[in-house]
């Protein structure tokens, strides 16, 4: 897999767990190499797959973004040896939105348990997209929500 350009995403907190009907779901296990505020470089295996991501700084909801999948024990090895710790662990749920639109919830585990956040893939920052009854309030612009922020200040922390 390869990915590059630009990602347009929003998120959301989760106020149930309804999201759950009809979705799949992956065991996530990532850590960064760098997080940066002007960029992150991530580390990440995703079910049976491992990835190397490059993002940029995010500018309202968008950022540059470059990803490459690795091999999985080179991701394995790198986690183990070079990632900070702690490491973000989440279930990743895939759920079809009522307009057909792809929404990712993460359920957290580990130190961020009991987080959820709900995110969703835009092709325009105005594109409009139907609110699922289980989306609560957006935290697009809220950076203690981004994974890098969560891998150094864990959610179990928060006051």
Excluded at 87 to 116: A, Q, S
Aim: with cysteine.
């Amino acid at each position: 897999m390869f990915f590059m350009g630009q990602e347009i995403e929003k998120k959301f907190l989760v106020i149930n767990n309804l999201y759950k009907k009809e979705a799949s779901s992956t065991h996530y296990r990532q850590g960064y190499l760098c997080t940066d505020s002007d960029r992150t470089v991530r580390i990440r295996l995703a079910g049976e797959k491992g990835f190397v991501t490059i993002k940029g700084k995010t500018v309202g909801c968008s950022r540059a973004e470059y990803e490459y999948e690795i091999p999985l024990a080179d991701a394995a090895s790198m986690l183990d040896t070079l990632c900070l710790h702690p490491l973000v662990e989440k279930i990743r749920y895939r759920h079809k939105g009522p307009d057909g639109k792809v929404w990712e919830v993460d359920e957290f585990l580990g130190e961020n348990e009991g987080l959820v956040v709900a995110e969703i893939e835009l092709a325009d920052e105005n594109e409009p997209f139907a609110r699922p009854a289980w989306l609560g309030e957006e935290v697009t612009g809220d950076v203690r929500y981004y994974n890098s922020y969560l891998s150094q200040n864990p959610y179990k922390g928060w006051k």
